[in-house]
């Protein structure tokens, strides 16, 4: 079985930059139906062409705030609907809030506990739900992080909401495998995007880098094989798995 992803459909939460902009144009070459989803609704529109361009079946943005329920449902049904079905949900809107725990407010806990736990959490469901009822089957991509795992200054909200997705994608493989849905996870170190932009220049930044045992951060291509691998068939009997892509990152920061 190869990674082809030939017709198949896939959701993409997150698809307005980053990693969410990447996976995106790795379905799209593989000629998968992209529906990419973001609050920023501009830049989806404008990244259509460039994804028809390098091979989508089709590309369809949606406009989604996963910090809203009713929004959440909105954009899984209009991928469904547009597509007539739904193989693959790249559950990846994620944020940050840097900052030391003590000075950490409970908005800010908040803030990221409803975008990368509730958030995800909702949409899994969502998606859940729908190959439940359709007895269509389905696969699930959630996305974790190293700190999911291990712990760094500063983004101690962060990786609790990290860790809880890969715990979250271990219970949900349990529950969904009975209606053939599988539910696993990336666990990706240090890749450029907004989210962390201009931090790996700094002394901080240089000094995580230095601890990672292949001494570099991660290019966004590394990430190509195991999500492929995770998204095609390829993959087909395995679930509950978290994979690390993270040049082999063993220790935490002081
Ligand atoms: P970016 O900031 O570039 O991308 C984050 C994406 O999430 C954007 O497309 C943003 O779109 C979307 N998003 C944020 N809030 C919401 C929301 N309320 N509703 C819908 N979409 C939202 O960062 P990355 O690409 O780095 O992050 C993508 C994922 O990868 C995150 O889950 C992150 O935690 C994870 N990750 C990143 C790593 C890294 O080193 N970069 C390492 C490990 C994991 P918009 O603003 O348009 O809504």
């Not at 049904?77 to 407010?105: C, H, M, S, Y």
């Not at 983004?155 to 890969?166: E, M, R, T």
Request: hydrophobic share 45%; proline share 2%.
């Amino acid at each position: 079985l190869g990674t082809d992803l030939s017709g198949k459909r896939v959701l993409v939460t997150g698809a307005s930059s980053g990693l969410g902009a990447h996976f995106s144009e790795l379905c799209a070459t593989h000629g998968a139906h992209v529906a990419i989803a973001a609050r920023r609704i501009d830049r989806l529109e404008e990244m259509r062409p460039r994804l028809m361009a390098l091979g989508a079946a089709s590309v369809c943005p949606i406009e989604l705030d996963v910090k809203d329920g009713a929004s959440i449902h909105a954009c899984r049904a209009k991928a469904v609907e547009t597509f007539g079905g739904l193989d693959v949900l790249v559950n990846n809107a994620g944020i940050a809030r840097e900052g030391a725990a003590l000075d950490q407010t409970a908005e800010d806990f908040d803030a990221v506990m409803g975008v990368n736990l509730r958030g995800v959490w909702l949409m899994a469901i969502s998606c859940g739900r729908h190959w439940r009822d359709t007895a269509d089957g389905g696969s699930i991509i959630n996305i974790s992080s190293v700190l999911g795992v291990r712990v760094s200054k500063d983004l101690a909200s962060y990786a609790i909401s990290k860790a809880g997705v890969i715990q979250m994608t271990k219970a949900l493989a349990l529950e969904l495998a009975r209606h053939n849905v599988r539910v696993n996870a990336l666990a990706p170190g240090y890749f450029e995007t907004e989210i962390n932009e201009g931090f790996f220049e700094t002394q901080a930044g240089q000094e995580m880098i230095s601890r990672v045992p292949m001494r570099r951060i991660g290019d966004l291509d590394d990430l190509n094989g195991p999500f492929l691998l995770l998204a095609s068939e390829a993959s087909r009997y395995m679930t509950g798995a978290v994979f690390p892509v993270d040049g082999g990152h063993l220790v935490s920061s002081l």
